[in-house]
C-alpha cells in the first residue's frame, strides 16, 4: 500500500502570510493526488486535483505542485476563512494523507 | 445544481443493523463512482470504498473490506453503506462524495452514534 505522509501536522500562521504544506507519497504516484481543505463541522472540500489543477471556484492564491513522491499545497496569502485542516489524497487507491491543521498564529 | 444528500443522524446499540443512504441529483447518477469516507471523533479522513452505480461494481479499502457493505440502486439515483452488526468503534461521521478527477462533491455527513 502506498501510504501518504503531511508535514507539518500542525502549524500557526497570520493573516497575509505565505503558507506551504508538504504532502509525501511512499512510492511514485506520478500527479495523482487531490488536495482537500476541512473546516470543523463540515464536509471536506475539493482545492486542487490531478496536483496542480485548480478546483472551479477555489481563490487563486492556492496553488499546488508536484510529481512522483512529493506535492506541495501553497496558500499564497492566507485569509481569516483559510484556517482549517487540509488534506492530501492519491487518487490510485484513494488513501489520505492524516491532515495539517492551520491554526491562527 | 449537483448535489448529494445524505440520511439523516442514527443513534443504535452494538449487535444492531443499519443502512445509510445517499441520494444524487443534478447529473447523471450513473456516470460517476461513488466514495465512501469515514471520520471518527477528532481524527481525519479515512477512504472506505466505492461503487459504480452504472453496473455496481464495487472497490473496498483494504482496512473495511468485510466489516461494511456499499450498494446503490440506480433507478433511484442513491447509494448506500450498510453495517450488519454495529460496534462501538464505527461510531462516526460518514460522508459520500462524487468522484470526479477527485472527491469533487460532498454529501452532508451522516452522524452514526454506537452505545450501549
Known amino acids: 500500500d502506498i501510504q501518504l505522509t503531511q508535514s507539518p501536522s500542525f502549524l500557526s500562521a497570520s493573516v497575509g502570510d505565505r503558507v506551504t504544506i508538504t504532502c509525501r507519497a511512499s512510492?511514485?504516484?506520478?500527479?495523482?493526488l487531490a488536495w482537500y481543505q476541512q473546516k470543523p463541522g463540515k464536509a471536506p472540500k475539493l482545492l486542487i486535483y490531478?496536483?496542480?489543477t485548480l478546483q472551479s471556484g477555489v481563490p487563486s492564491r492556492f496553488s499546488g505542485s508536484g510529481s512522483g513522491t512529493e506535492f506541495t499545497l501553497t496558500i499564497s496569502s492566507l485569509q481569516p476563512e483559510d484556517f482549517a485542516t487540509y488534506y492530501c489524497?492519491?487518487?490510485?487507491?484513494?488513501?489520505f494523507g492524516p491532515g495539517t491543521k492551520v491554526d491562527i498564529k | 445544481e449537483v448535489q448529494l444528500v445524505q440520511s439523516g443522524a442514527e443513534v443504535k446499540k452494538p449487535g444492531e443493523s443499519l443502512k445509510i443512504s445517499c441520494k444524487g441529483s443534478?447529473?447523471?447518477?450513473?456516470?460517476?463512482?461513488i466514495g465512501w469516507v469515514r471520520q471518527m471523533p477528532g481524527k481525519g479522513l479515512e477512504w472506505m470504498g466505492i461503487?459504480?452505480?452504472?453496473?455496481?461494481?464495487?472497490r473496498y479499502s483494504p482496512s473495511f473490506q468485510g466489516q461494511v457493505t456499499i450498494s446503490a440502486d440506480k433507478s433511484i439515483s442513491t447509494a448506500y453503506l450498510q453495517w450488519s452488526s454495529l460496534k462501538a468503534s464505527d461510531t462516526a461521521m460518514y460522508y459520500c462524495?462524487?468522484?470526479?478527477?477527485?472527491?469533487?462533491?460532498w454529501g452532508q455527513g451522516t452522524m452514526v452514534t454506537v452505545s450501549s
Open positions: 443534478g447529473y447523471s447518477f450513473t456516470s460517476y463512482w
Open positions: 462524495a462524487r468522484v470526479k478527477d477527485a472527491f469533487d462533491i
Open positions: 512510492q511514485g504516484i506520478s500527479s495523482y
Open positions: 490531478a496536483a496542480s
Open positions: 461503487i459504480y452505480p452504472g453496473d455496481s461494481d464495487t
Open positions: 489524497q492519491q487518487l490510485n487507491s484513494y488513501a
